[in-house]
């Protein structure tokens, strides 16, 4: 029944800039973490960002100074906004998150994705 939207895709020229947004949903009674991951061709998924029920925050080595990770916690919504993107950012984005609900346990979930393409 929890489930994550996931918005904010598109195409971008290198240099350029979006803003991804996740919004959980559903009887929610804890959040552990949201998070960003993502998977470019060939590749494996990867951790992108992700920030912790106290607000801290970690990101992979390649993202670092050029994306930053937010929530808002009364919507239950985590942003990732991208600056300064490159082509090797190119990726289907997925928003995961660390959920305890009001009938079930501690447990992963995960957006379906939305596709972000860097290029002239």
């Known amino acids: 029944q929890v489930q994550l939207v996931e918005s904010g895709g598109g195409l971008v020229q290198p240099g350029g800039s979006l803003r991804l947004s996740c919004a959980a949903s559903g009887p929610i009674s804890s959040i552990y973490f949201m998070g960003w991951y993502r998977q470019a061709p060939g590749q494996q998924r990867e951790l992108v960002a992700i920030i912790i029920s106290g607000g801290s925050t970690n990101y992979a080595d390649s993202v670092k100074g050029r994306f930053t990770i937010s929530r808002d916690s009364a919507k239950n919504t985590v942003n990732l906004q991208m600056n300064s993107l490159k082509p090797e950012d190119t990726a289907v984005y997925y928003c995961?998150?660390?959920?305890?609900?009001?009938?079930?346990?501690?447990?992963?979930?995960w957006g379906q994705g939305t596709q972000v393409t860097v290029s002239s």
């Open positions: 995961s998150a660390d959920i305890r609900s009001t009938s079930v346990g501690r447990t992963y979930y």
